[in-house]
């Protein structure tokens, strides 16, 4: 199923960002379950990444997108059919007026080049100072064999110098698969 950008807006990244932020209120549409430590495959079979041993696994239901969290440090990764025009510019535009719509006084810190799923995307880094929290939001994309690879992170500013290192290592981990063929097999695509 193909999706545009403002359907990849509202299916991937609202969830992450209000669950990185409780703006549900005890309230989630994610399946919640422990961690194990070890790469966690898509259902789809379109992405595979590192799971932070520990970390609590939250899948988003009708999507593949799959959020790591760890107190309130949030870690997404999701990947997304595009349509004819979809630009990875396009998607961080509109992912920064979200922000700013959860956070107005939010402020963008960084943008640039970002290795996403093992493909040449961009990124930026958002700061916004409350109100409950300080807190850094970095959304990193890249589009691949008609697919939009999502990598973002949001945390309180003064938790993530202790779990950079991890959420590094789950970056480098992020990969593109081939999805399941007709077997059901999944079959990781060489970098």
């Not at 359907?7 to 209120?25: K, S």
């Not at 960084?110 to 929290?133: D, I, L, N, W």
């Amino acid at each position: 199923m193909q999706m545009g950008m403002s359907q990849v807006d509202l299916a991937i990244l609202l969830p992450a960002f209000a669950a990185a932020w409780n703006l549900v209120g005890g309230q989630t549409m994610l399946a919640t379950q422990k961690d194990s430590g070890r790469v966690y495959l898509s259902p789809d079979g379109l992405f595979a990444v590192e799971s932070p041993f520990g970390w609590e696994l939250r899948k988003q239901e009708g999507s593949n997108e799959v959020t790591f969290m760890n107190g309130e440090v949030s870690v997404s990764v999701a990947a997304a059919e595009t349509e004819a025009g979809d630009t990875v510019d396009q998607f961080l535009e509109v992912n920064k007026s979200l922000v700013r719509h959860m956070c107005p006084a939010a402020e963008v810190w960084a943008e640039g080049k970002a290795t996403v799923a093992g493909a040449t995307g961009s990124y930026f880094t958002m700061f916004c100072p409350g109100p409950r929290t300080r807190t850094i939001v970095r959304v990193s994309a890249a589009l691949s064999h008609k697919r939009l690879f999502i990598f973002k992170i949001a945390a309180p500013s003064a938790e993530l110098y202790a779990v950079q290192a991890i959420i590094d290592r789950m970056a480098h981990s992020f990969s593109e698969c081939d999805g399941l063929p007709q077997g059901g097999k999944r079959r990781q695509r060489a970098n």
